[in-house]
């Protein structure tokens, strides 16, 4: 590992993040974030790290900060390759392929919601907008949470260009998944879909809001005004 961005990284470090990071990732025994290990680095520090360094890192070097017990290192990780995926200094197909690839082989070190969050629609969604789609199909039927967070967060980058139907075809493989991390996940989606064009997600709620876990709903219709927010949750629409 090099040891010089370890030393900057550890820099931010504040050990009394550390308490509250265990609790809001759910590192408890039985939790989705058991066991994991953080130094209590903001995320805005953590960036200003990788934005020193993410141009010049090679995959070997990205690989062992990815296979870190701590949390944050896994995070600047990820955060290298998104950057170096849209950098326009690393602007070249192959490369691009390449960090893709990278990702998939060892996105099982993705393993909590921010690490999907802050990666997948960067690398896999935007490598996928020319490409088949059908991996996403695959990750969102999997048992494992984290690929099928993957699967519905990477049709963020579809959203962004007004392209819906992957988002809602994923949506409804999800739609009874039952844990609240993809309910969240959907609604978000659904709710982005919304802000792009609002008349496509009402029609994709009209057949499926009472069918929808709660939280899930909540979500999608968040940006409603307060009365069509309010038919929905009361089923009146």
């Not at 994923?170 to 659904?190: E, P, Q, R, S, T």
Request: glycine content about 6%; overall charge neutral.
């Amino acid at each position: 590992m090099n040891q010089s961005i370890v030393d900057e990284l550890n820099a931010y470090a504040d050990t009394s993040r550390i308490p509250d990071s265990k609790r809001f990732f759910k590192t408890g025994i039985g939790e989705y974030g058991e066991g994991d290990v953080f130094l209590g680095i903001k995320v805005p520090d953590t960036r200003k790290v990788v934005k020193k360094h993410f141009l010049n890192m090679t995959f070997e070097e990205i690989e062992v900060f990815l296979y870190s017990k701590y949390h944050e290192h896994r995070l600047f990780a990820l955060l290298v390759l998104v950057e170096q995926y849209k950098s326009k200094k690393i602007n070249n197909t192959s490369k691009k392929e390449a960090i893709y690839h990278f990702y998939l082989k060892h996105h099982a070190q993705v393993n909590n919601w921010d690490l999907v969050d802050v990666s997948c629609h960067h690398i896999v969604g935007a490598h996928l907008f020319d490409k088949d789609r059908s991996l996403l199909y695959e990750l969102a039927k999997s048992e494992n949470l984290w690929e099928k967070r993957i699967a519905i967060i990477s049709t963020f980058a579809f959203i962004n260009i007004g392209e819906f139907d992957d988002t809602l075809h994923i949506a409804d493989i999800l739609l009874k998944d039952k844990h609240d991390l993809i309910h969240k996940a959907v609604g978000w989606a659904l709710r982005n879909v919304g802000i792009k064009d609002l008349q496509t997600e009402l029609d994709y709620l009209l057949s499926r809001y009472k069918k929808m876990p709660r939280t899930m709903l909540r979500y999608a219709i968040e940006k409603f005004d307060g009365e069509l927010g309010e038919k929905y949750l009361k089923g009146m629409v």
